[in-house]
């Protein structure tokens, strides 16, 4: 009734033709002129071609499948608010500084459109609404191309988290590309005109300015706005990403001084003090925040669970696709308890076997090899290794610890599989990442057993770019175990 039909016209698809061929030329004289001294460039096309593809056929199922969703409900209350900035400027900066009131909706008319008025009174949906009609300026009004120009704009936060994997463990270039730039699930929801597309570019953001002003020192300025910026946008969308994301930001930064302490005994005083620390700073700061954070307030953290946990499981609405975490009584502790059910659920579910449709199917397959990576990381490292992995190396602890988190408050919260494999890709990377990195520091420590060397994970809490290889990690463990009685003759 705003919009009329609506379709992808012929002239989308020659634009968007285009579009492609501009971007590719300037990603290409990138990747040429950067390939040299960061040899992971090689997948910088690739990358970029995925999340194009992702959002393109994101379009067409969404379009000619679906008929419509929220994505294009977002898209033409933007083109909306597009054309209200044509016909009274002043108005639109208005609404664009959060003027979203229902007096401030009544000023469209059938001219301009108007944006479905749930999304537009919703402070997280108007988010979304400010940046489409952006979009919607520089692309013709075009569903097609301002989903490209998402895909494109995206890219670039979860490249530079990528990069900065990378930059820990360089002989996992190819392995890390899999988990940040090629899973099937992060590239068909990260890509497109969605409230997910935003915010896992802002996690991926977020970590890459962190590394960079916290352990690189680099570009402190800049990355400090970065991670500001960041922080925004997961606040103004959807701020429980943000409440997961923060003490997993303060267990790496804190338990990477810790993690360099070589006394037993001062890390045995030390580390419950950072524990503390981390988890009371986490709390002060939420809890400070809790205008900012709204209904996901910690105050109010609890009932909004509860309630949007029913919420999805209600099958009349949201059809056979859920799942059953147990009842939640209104207590902190009944969902403690359901902790491995909720991650188990976000991780791995649903199982082939619980698939009922091609979509599903899909999600199926790709949480069967996510299994399989976690039993292969599992039983090549064996449980404790595994777990001094996670606890020795910072990035590690961080990655592992936002998953997992993330998974609980995902699995806790949606019981339902079709929106679980939306909400959940901000932590398919990462989950991913970690059982690569772990396997690959597993199989360090086989070659120096098999040669009798001592594999200390404290020289690996940096990552493994000190060394080029497996080979060149057993050298340089001889090289110490050779000029250690030496040193002590001297």
Same mark, same amino acid.
């Given at each position: 009734m705003y919009h009329g039909e609506v379709d992808i016209m012929y002239w989308e698809w020659i634009l968007g033709v285009l579009y492609v061929c501009l971007i590719y030329v300037w990603f290409a004289r990138r990747k040429r002129s950067m390939i040299k001294q960061a040899p992971e460039y090689r997948f910088y096309i690739w990358g970029l071609f995925a999340k194009l593809v992702g959002g393109v056929a994101f379009c067409l199922i969404y379009f000619y499948y679906y008929r419509g969703g929220d994505t294009t409900m977002y898209f033409y209350s933007g083109v909306a608010m597009r054309n209200l900035a044509l016909q009274d400027p002043l108005e639109y900066l208005s609404q664009m500084f959060g003027d979203n009131s229902l007096q401030a909706h009544s000023v469209y008319t059938m001219r301009t459109g108007k944006p479905f008025q749930y999304m537009f009174l919703d402070d997280r949906t108007f988010t979304v609404l400010r940046i489409t009609s952006l979009l919607a300026m520089v692309t013709f009004n075009s569903y097609l191309i301002s989903t490209l120009l998402m895909a494109s704009l995206s890219f670039?936060?979860?490249?530079?988290?990528?990069?900065?994997?990378?930059?820990?463990?360089?002989?996992?270039?190819?392995?890390?590309?899999?988990?940040?730039?090629?899973?099937?699930?992060?590239?068909?929801?990260?890509?497109?005109?969605?409230?997910?597309?935003?915010?896992?570019?802002?996690?991926?953001?977020? #970590?890459?300015? /962190?590394?960079?002003?916290? %352990?690189?020192?680099? &570009?402190?300025?800049?990355? $400090?706005?970065?991670? @500001? +910026?960041?922080?925004?946008?997961?606040?103004?969308?959807?701020?429980?990403?943000?409440?997961?994301?923060?003490?997993?930001?303060?267990?790496?930064?804190?338990?990477?001084?810790?993690?360099?302490?070589?006394?037993?005994?001062?890390?045995?005083?030390?580390?419950?003090?950072?524990? #503390?620390?981390? /988890?009371?700073?986490?709390? %002060?700061?939420?809890? &400070?925040?809790?205008?900012? $954070?709204?209904?996901? @307030? +910690?105050?109010?953290?609890?009932?909004?669970?509860?309630?949007?946990?029913?919420?999805?499981?209600?099958?009349?609405?949201?059809?056979?696709?859920?799942?059953?975490?147990?009842?939640?009584?209104?207590?902190?502790?009944?969902?403690?308890?359901?902790?491995?059910?909720?991650?188990?659920?976000?991780?791995?579910?649903?199982?082939?076997?619980?698939?009922?449709?091609?979509?599903?199917? $899909?999600?199926?397959?790709?949480?069967?090899?996510?299994?399989?990576?976690?039993?292969?990381?599992?039983?090549?490292?064996?449980?404790?290794?595994f777990l001094r992995c996670i606890g020795g190396v910072p990035i590690l602890l961080m990655a592992a610890g936002f998953a997992l988190l993330f998974a609980f408050v995902c699995g806790i919260s949606t019981p339902n599989f079709g929106a679980l494999v939306r909400f959940k890709i901000p932590m398919v990377p990462f989950f991913i990442s970690t059982m690569f990195i772990i396997v690959y520091l597993a199989r360090i420590k086989r070659a120096l057993k098999r040669r009798n060397l001592r594999f200390d994970l404290r020289e690996f809490r940096m990552g493994t770019g000190h060394v080029k290889d497996i080979v060149d990690a057993v050298g340089q463990a001889r090289d110490r175990r050779d000029s250690a009685p030496a040193a002590a003759s001297a």
């Open positions: 670039f936060g979860v490249w530079a988290c990528y990069r900065t994997f990378v930059s820990y463990f360089p002989q996992l270039a190819g392995p890390l590309a899999t988990g940040f730039l090629f899973m099937p699930s992060s590239v068909f929801w990260g890509s497109a005109i969605l409230k997910d597309t935003i915010t896992f570019s802002a996690v991926c953001w977020w #970590v890459h300015a /962190v590394d960079e002003v916290f %352990f690189k020192r680099r &570009r402190v300025v800049a990355k $400090l706005i970065v991670m @500001a +910026l960041s922080g925004i946008f997961m606040i103004a969308i959807k701020p429980y990403i943000f409440m997961v994301l923060l003490p997993a930001t303060l267990a790496w930064v804190m338990f990477f001084r810790v993690s360099a302490i070589r006394s037993s005994l001062i890390k045995f005083v030390v580390l419950p003090v950072s524990l #503390v620390t981390v /988890v009371g700073g986490s709390l %002060f700061i939420l809890d &400070r925040m809790g205008d900012s $954070l709204g209904k996901f @307030a +910690l105050d109010g953290a609890l009932e909004s669970l509860t309630v949007t946990q029913k919420d999805l499981s209600n099958k009349e609405a949201y059809s056979e696709n859920s799942f059953d975490v147990g009842e939640l009584d209104g207590t902190w502790l009944s969902v403690v308890s359901k902790f491995h059910v909720a991650v188990n659920a976000t991780l791995f579910r649903p199982y082939i076997w619980e698939c009922n449709n091609f979509a599903m199917y $899909l999600s199926g397959l790709e949480n069967t090899w996510v299994l399989a990576m976690a039993l292969l990381a599992l039983l090549r490292a064996g449980p404790r290794f």
